[in-house]
């Protein structure tokens, strides 16, 4: 039997040490624009170590629960932030390094209106909608050089909603 992962609420306590929740939760910052717009300030901690930061569209096809999670991949020269183009929830997994390998995974579940932002080196799981239409603003590295590594997983979990 696989090993099953639980799918919890993404919270930016949770998600901390893997990186930033992205979300306008709260009093904003700033009040621009005439008054009309409040601003949410400097919410991620872009980190490039070569290259420039750049923005690209990705449509991801939604996948289905449970989830099996046969790859994690991690950015060592820079953050990955996904931005829904939609209000609807996806799935974010990542898991610690341990010795350059990764440790065991956690699944995440963003609320209508979240994003991410994985900071650089962090090892996470492919961009995951579970609706259509799986389109992501994605801010990243763009340069040259590799900047990808995969750990594709003998035994791979199962991701799970709840407890069986």
């Given amino acids: 039997m696989s090993a099953r992962i639980v799918i919890q609420p993404l919270t930016p306590e949770a998600f901390a040490p893997f ?3 992205l979300e306008a939760v709260g009093d904003p910052d700033k009040i621009i624009n005439q008054g009309l717009c409040g601003r949410y300030h400097d919410r991620a901690r872009l980190d490039f170590g070569t290259g420039r930061a750049g923005i690209s569209l990705f449509k ?22 996904f931005i829904p183009m ?17 440790g065991t995974p956690r699944a995440f579940l963003t609320a209508p209106g979240q994003g991410i932002n994985f900071h650089r080196g962090t090892w996470h799981g492919v961009l995951t909608p579970l609706a259509a239409p799986g389109l992501f603003t994605v801010i990243d590295r763009i340069g040259d050089g590799p900047n990808l590594e995969e750990h594709w997983f003998d035994q791979p979990p199962l991701v799970v909603s709840e407890h069986p």
Wanted: glycine share 8%; no cysteine.
């Fill in 19 to 21: 990186g930033d929740v």
């Fill in 60 to 81: 991801a096809e939604p996948r289905s629960l449970p989830y099996r999670l046969d790859l994690v991949e991690r950015h060592p020269e820079g953050s990955q932030a």
């Fill in 86 to 102: 939609s209000l609807d929830p996806f799935l974010v997994i990542v898991a610690p390094d341990e010795g350059d390998r990764p």
